[in-house]
């Protein structure tokens, strides 16, 4: 009875151990795929804290809306990097925190708060899911 319990225990928490780990993946997109439930924003977070618009530009969808300071820009991958990096070279981030996220799959949106430059900002993300692809589809980011 002994072996029994032990070997449903050690069948539990082999199970449960992966799905507490955080595997990302990159698609050929170069779009950042997910494969556990886990929180997306804590890496878009942590990227845009540290000001790094190169891994944070992999998050964004091939086509996406970027509003920054009121600046609306439909614009590419490419074309948003450019306008994200030019963002944190005016203004350098200090610290991100997100403040409130809500949503399911497909679509998620979070609200942060951005120390850049001296400055406060709220920052707006909405996050589509597409066949385990996790893509920013818009950021906005305004003074608060």
């Known amino acids: 009875m002994k072996k029994i319990l032990l070997l449903?225990?050690?069948?539990?928490?082999?199970?449960?151990a992966?799905?507490?780990?955080?595997?990302?993946?990159?698609?050929?997109?170069?779009?950042?795929?997910?494969?556990?439930?886990?929180?997306?924003?804590?890496?878009?977070?942590?990227?845009?804290q540290s000001?790094?618009?190169?891994?944070?530009?992999?998050?964004f969808a091939d086509n996406l809306e970027l509003n920054i300071l009121g600046a609306i820009n439909n614009c590419t991958r490419n074309q948003a990097r450019l306008i994200i990096k030019?963002?944190?070279?005016?203004?350098?981030?200090?610290?991100?925190?997100?403040?409130?996220k809500s949503g399911k799959a497909p679509m998620k949106y979070a609200v942060g708060s951005l120390t850049a430059g001296g400055e406060k900002f709220r920052v707006i993300l909405y996050v589509k899911t597409t066949d385990g692809v996790n893509s920013?589809?818009?950021?906005?980011?305004?003074?608060?």
Not at 53 to 59: F, H, I, P, Q, V
Request: proline share 4%; hydrophobic share 40%; glycine share 4%.
């Open 18 to 48: 992966p799905a507490q780990s955080m595997q990302f993946l990159r698609t050929s997109q170069g779009n950042v795929q997910s494969n556990t439930e886990q929180d997306v924003f804590t890496p878009i977070g942590k990227y845009i």
């Open 86 to 100: 030019n963002f944190f070279t005016n203004y350098t981030p200090k610290k991100f925190t997100i403040i409130h």
């Open 51 to 59: 000001g790094d618009y190169e891994k944070l530009s992999a998050w």
């Open 136 to 144: 920013i589809q818009q950021l906005k980011v305004e003074r608060e």
């Open 8 to 16: 449903a225990m050690f069948v539990i928490f082999s199970l449960a």
